[in-house]
């Protein structure tokens, strides 16, 4: 599963990703125990991971600023580990614009 956003070079984003309902599918209620975040192109000006962390027990976060070439689609993957031992992975496509 992926989803689509844009962002400006300059901008300072965080990017949230939702795993709630592939917790509750569970049963006890799963939760993320590691959340790992990668950076997957072929762009020699890549954006810059700053921090990312789990928020709650079923949200992921990752901090992105400076980089990026413009009209580049940089693909931002975050893998996450549950209790139960299940394995998640959602792609998020970031297009660099303009400001």
Same mark, same amino acid.
């Given at each position: 599963?992926?989803?689509?956003?844009?962002?400006?070079?300059?901008?300072?984003? *965080?990017? @949230? @990703? *939702?795993?709630?309902?592939?917790?509750?599918?569970?049963?006890?209620?799963?939760?993320?125990?590691?959340? =790992?975040?990668?950076?997957?192109?072929?762009?020699?000006? $890549?954006?810059?991971?700053?921090?990312?962390? @789990?928020?709650?027990? *079923?949200?992921?976060?990752?901090?992105?600023? *400076?980089?990026?070439?413009? $009209?580049?689609?940089?693909?931002?993957? $975050?893998?996450?580990?549950? =209790?139960?031992?299940?394995?998640?992975?959602?792609? @998020?496509?970031?297009?660099?614009?303009?400001?």
């Amino acid at each position: 599963m992926s989803f689509n956003t844009e962002k400006s070079p300059q901008e300072i984003l *965080d990017y @949230i @990703i *939702d795993y709630s309902q592939e917790m509750a599918l569970s049963s006890p209620v799963d939760q993320i125990v590691s959340s =790992v975040w990668t950076l997957e192109d072929s762009s020699t000006d $890549n954006l810059t991971l700053d921090q990312d962390s @789990i928020q709650a027990p *079923d949200h992921v976060i990752c901090r992105v600023s *400076d980089g990026g070439r413009l $009209n580049v689609i940089h693909y931002l993957v $975050n893998r996450v580990l549950t =209790v139960s031992g299940q394995k998640h992975q959602r792609t @998020i496509k970031v297009t660099m614009r303009k400001s």
